[in-house]
């Protein structure tokens, strides 16, 4: 049966319309399906970019964790500390002892970038604070802070806010346990507080991500609300930890803390739509949010999505159109048909050209052997011309070493349709770069194409590479630092160090050299890596060389680092390059090692890529090089501390035996209530008292003192002066007896509190031995005055009848030596006479001589002789003695030899002593010399005039040069004596010389000779 032509006209619009529906909903489906494919596709990879740099983020900061444990363990397992912690609360007023455990917080806070420690004691006190200005321990921290003591395990507290200043706080509670007993013995607890804001939160911010829109932050939950741990990016001006409605089930921050972990679509504290990847982060009750908005995420495929919507449309137009004319003219839709076909193909190309043309991303097109098609990105991406890229095949893009797996790629994506690749391709200029490819294989015109869209991906791999740089480097300084921490022997720190440094941070070689004992020449100490034999050819030195202008060398120096990112062609290498190029170094680093503020050596860092040694890297390597700098200043300060230790420990013990055993009586005193807390056996022993009854006992208790207000004045020049020697008094002893003692007393501390130490001499015998030598001294002065006046008088009496017998005798002289009227026999008689007179008169001389001296010594005594000073010439006086005694020198075949420096050689002097000085030296030299000569000299200086009278006489022994100026005393004493005389000569010499302000000296030698040397003040000419 045939249809009708109306019939046949419906079925056809009918089948026509079917075939319009299936053809509309299949480009719909393809749309929708091509649109959820590209947008999984980039879903996967923020997810994958998302979960990457949340587990980074967390492994950061539990490593920050553990950093800060190590950190806290230092008090935690620190004995020495402890025992700071029990003396200072033993004593909280021993100002030493809170000193020294100040220094040491105050160290630490410094050290680990605290902003606050307390010292809480177990009654919940804070004893103890080292703090910035204006920070307070809230009351709830303290009550945490106890409540470890029953763990006794280091813990951190949630993030708290301070209530003046609205500053977020992160502490650290360590309890410290004392273990040496049976039982534990709780001390206190250390409260060490963090500003988060200054490691913490910038760390937790720096997402790894290419969104702009990206952020991560923490969240905690608290009862039926969401706590904001860390600051936001897109919201300022919000109060610390501030809370939000956890009844908001979309918010990835409610998702969060109802303990689900993962990626998840989201709205926002904004109110914008975000993917967001929620973990938990180990140990803690908080959780990390690391979300991005979706809008910038899918902006990509959005544009895909409109193109795709508007060809989808287009489409619908002209089916719409074909079915319309299909219905109008069954001849003209088969016609119309084939038009369509070729339409849609056309669309399809114009789609393709669309993506080629405008697509941010490189897009390809290939028939498997060569391109048929390119956009503009890959024009500027390759270098290459549209016409150029024609001509090229996938091959020719890629890098040689990629080229071994190309055919198993290429038949994944045959197999598969589609495929996703990190590859390495080539520009026309023949750089090299990484890119991420993601091809598939679609129908064009019936014929299979492949669509290629490339992403240039250098950015994300330079970031990933400094990142693992970054890692590395806080690594070797976290491994490093715990070290320091567990370590206190300074060679093996410096051995591990540098293993860790290569083993860890993946350097080829890391070297640490010292300055050798206060030279110029640096020796390394220690190494670690690829040296063969480099580091025993350096030869570095601080000199100005070559050896010394290298990097190790000119670091230390100049207390700086010195980089060098391209040793083959910096010149600061040449002493070394060939060897360290060969061993395949091509940068290094060298860092001071500075301590107590002097440069003491270097550690540096070998890498084998150029470049290695960028501005994180040396702020990082820096940092490591102070810490080792530090962990050695702190172990010599703690060698030294214990030194003093001992030798306070050997002092405290040389002490206690000495205030047992020492002479005088000794006695300690509070210096507060002046109560005696401790006496030695010798002062119990001086005053009578038993010891108990001394003890507690003030000294105006046991009415010690005779005189109560030598006690006010001994106090008032102890408290002025800080102490008080050799104050005599006389105290009181039990049976009343008065003791007169000779005192000497200093301030001095004891366990924290000022006291008086006093040492008491018993000065009773030297006392009564005083008085017997004030009475035999005034008996003896009042002996000398007596003896003075007496030869004084005697003198007088003397002389005048001596000069009576030298006159008389003189005229009888001259009388007799008158021969004219003599007979010989007369003669005779007369010639003994005249021997009689004369010996006479030499002995009246002698006499006079003798009581002359006599005279002048009792005047000097009774200090009745009185002094012409005038300017003097002493070289007129030696020539006038010179005259005087060369008749008896030449008798005795003597030589007097003068020299003298100068003609005018002056003094103020009186001119008779002058004169009778130089006549007793010459005249002893004269008679005491029987060959030789006698030599006489003079000379003058700026200050002073030097006389020597050296004879080659009978010398002086050193025993009789003691004496020999003494009164009546000679080298020769008693009536067998060789020389006659007085003894008074060289007394006189020596007094008159010493009353004109100079001085005589003597040095002599038995059988060779004396010399005198005469020394007075010069007179200016």
């Not at 480097?473 to 630092?481: A, D, E, G, K, R």
């Amino acid at each position: 049966m045939k249809l009708s032509h109306s019939d046949a006209k419906i079925s056809f619009e009918k089948k026509a319309l079917f075939f319009l529906i299936i053809f509309i909903a299949s480009f719909l489906v393809f749309g929708a399906v091509y649109f959820n494919h590209r947008k999984e596709i980039l879903t996967k990879e923020v997810h994958n970019e998302l979960s990457l740099a949340a587990k980074e983020h967390t492994a950061q900061i539990t490593g920050w964790f553990d950093d800060k444990e190590v950190e806290a363990s230092v008090f935690h397992e620190s004995s020495q500390f402890k025992d700071d912690v029990i003396r200072f609360f033993n004593n909280p007023q021993n100002i030493t002892n809170k000193n020294f455990l100040v220094n040491w917080l105050a160290t630490a806070k410094k050290q680990y970038n605290y902003v606050g420690i307390f010292l809480i004691n177990p009654q919940g006190k804070v004893s103890l604070s080292v703090a910035q200005s204006g920070l307070n321990l809230p009351s709830h921290q303290v009550i945490k802070a106890l409540s470890s003591i029953d763990t006794g395990e280091i813990s951190h507290s949630d993030f708290w806010a301070d209530s003046l200043a609205n500053d977020v706080y992160l502490s650290y509670i360590v309890p410290l346990i004392l273990r040496n007993g049976i039982v534990p013995k709780p001390l206190g607890v250390l409260v060490l507080v963090i500003d988060p804001a200054r490691s913490f939160f910038p760390a937790v911010q720096s997402i790894p991500l290419k969104y702009n829109s990206a952020e991560c932050y923490l969240v905690q939950k608290d009862s039926n609300y969401v706590t904001y741990l860390s600051p936001l990016k897109f919201i300022s001006n919000v109060p610390s930890l501030f809370k939000k409605d956890i009844t908001d089930t979309l918010d990835p921050s409610a998702i969060a803390v109802r303990s689900k972990e993962g990626v998840y679509e989201g709205i926002d504290y904004r109110k914008i739509p975000v993917l967001a990847d929620v973990r938990k982060v180990p140990g803690t009750d908080w959780y990390m949010i690391v979300k991005a908005d979706q809008k910038e995420v899918y902006k990509p495929i959005y544009h895909e999505a409109y193109l795709i919507l508007a060809i989808v449309f287009s489409l619908i137009i002209v089916a719409v159109l074909i079915f319309y004319f299909m219905v109008k003219d069954h001849k003209s839709r088969v016609s119309r048909i084939e038009y369509e076909k070729k339409l849609e193909q056309q669309a399809l190309i114009t789609h393709f050209e669309y993506l080629e043309k405008y697509g941010n991303d490189i897009i390809l097109l290939s028939d498997g052997q060569h391109f048929i098609g390119c956009n503009e990105a890959a024009v500027a991406a390759y270098g290459y011309t549209r016409e150029e890229f024609l001509k090229l095949s996938v091959k020719d893009l890629r890098a040689p070493e990629t080229l071994n797996i190309f055919e198993d790629q290429f038949s994944q994506l045959l197999r598969n349709k589609t495929m996703h690749i990190e590859t390495i391709h080539i520009r026309k200029n023949g750089q090299r770069f990484p890119v991420d490819v993601s091809a598939r294989i679609i129908e064009v015109g019936g014929k299979n194409l492949i669509q290629s869209v490339i992403t240039d991906i250098t950015e994300r791999k330079n970031y990933q590479y400094k990142l693992e740089k970054s890692n590395r480097v806080y690594t070797i300084l976290s491994n490093i630092n715990q070290l320091i921490v567990r370590d206190r022997n300074r060679q093996r720190i410096f051995d591990e160090a540098c293993r860790i440094a290569v083993e860890d941070g993946k350097f080829l070689m890391t070297t640490i050299g010292i300055i050798e004992n206060g030279s110029e020449t640096v020796k390394i100490v220690s190494k670690y890596g690829v040296d063969n034999g480099y580091t025993d050819q350096m030869n570095i030195t601080l000199a100005e060389t070559d050896y010394g202008k290298g990097p190790g060398g000119t670091s230390i120096r100049t207390k700086k680092y010195v980089v060098s990112n391209n040793i083959a062609d910096d010149p600061i290498m040449v002493p070394w390059r060939t060897r360290a190029i060969n061993n395949g170094y091509r940068s290094m680093a060298s860092f001071p090692l500075i301590v107590f503020e002097k440069a003491i050596g270097f550690i540096a860092f070998y890498s084998g890529e150029t470049d290695f040694f960028t501005e994180d890297e040396v702020k990082l390597l820096s940092e490591l090089a102070s810490d080792i700098s530090y962990s050695v200043e702190f172990l010599d300060t703690e060698q030294q501390r214990k030194r003093s230790m001992e030798q306070l420990q050997k002092s405290e013990e040389k002490f206690s035996l000495a205030f047992k055993n020492i002479p005088d009586g000794v006695a300690i005193t509070r210096l507060s209530d002046g109560k005696i807390i401790e006496v030695n056996q010798k002062f119990i022993d001086v005053l009578g008292f038993s010891r108990g009854e001394m003890i507690g006992k003030t000294t105006t208790e046991l009415n010690l003192w005779n005189n109560p207000k030598e006690r006010d004045e001994f106090i008032d020049l102890l408290s002025g002066k800080g102490e008080v020697v050799g104050y005599e008094t006389v105290l009181r002893s039990k049976n009343n007896e008065l003791v007169p003692l000779l005192v000497s007393a200093s301030i001095i501390e004891i366990n924290g509190e000022a006291c008086i130490i006093s040492a008491a001499q018993d000065i009773t015998e030297r006392k009564r031995t005083e008085q017997e030598l004030i009475k035999a001294k005034e008996k003896a002065e009042e002996m000398n005055r007596l003896k003075s006046n007496f030869l004084a008088i005697m003198s007088h009496e003397l002389r005048t009848p001596l000069i009576g017998i030298l006159g008389y005798s003189e005229l009888l002289e001259l009388d007799l030596s008158d021969k004219s009227d003599l007979s010989d026999k007369s003669e005779l008689e007369n010639e003994d006479s005249l021997n009689m007179v004369r010996t006479i008169n030499s002995s009246g001389k002698r006499l006079l001589r003798t009581l002359n001296q006599v005279l002048n010594i009792s005047k000097i005594e009774s200090e009745k002789y009185s002094f012409d000073l005038v300017k003097c010439n002493v070289a007129e006086f030696i020539k006038k003695s010179n005259q005087l005694f060369e008749a008896a020198a030449k008798e005795k075949n003597l030589e007097i030899e003068l020299k003298l420096s100068d003609e005018n050689i002056y003094i103020n002097a009186d001119k008779d002593l002058c004169f009778s000085i130089l006549d007793n030296l010459m005249n002893n030299a004269v008679r005491f010399t029987e060959q030789g000569k006698i030599t006489v000299s003079a000379k003058q200086t700026v200050d002073k005039v030097v006389i020597e009278i050296k004879d080659t006489g009978i010398g002086i022994s050193e025993k009789d040069q003691q004496i020999i100026f003494e009164e009546f005393r000679q080298a020769s004493e008693g009536l067998s004596r060789t020389f006659e005389g007085t003894g008074l000569g060289l007394t006189i010499v020596k007094r008159y010389t010493e009353a004109m302000g100079g001085s005589v000296k003597l040095k002599s030698k038995v059988g060779e000779g004396s010399t005198f040397t005469l020394e007075f003040p010069s007179a200016k000419i």
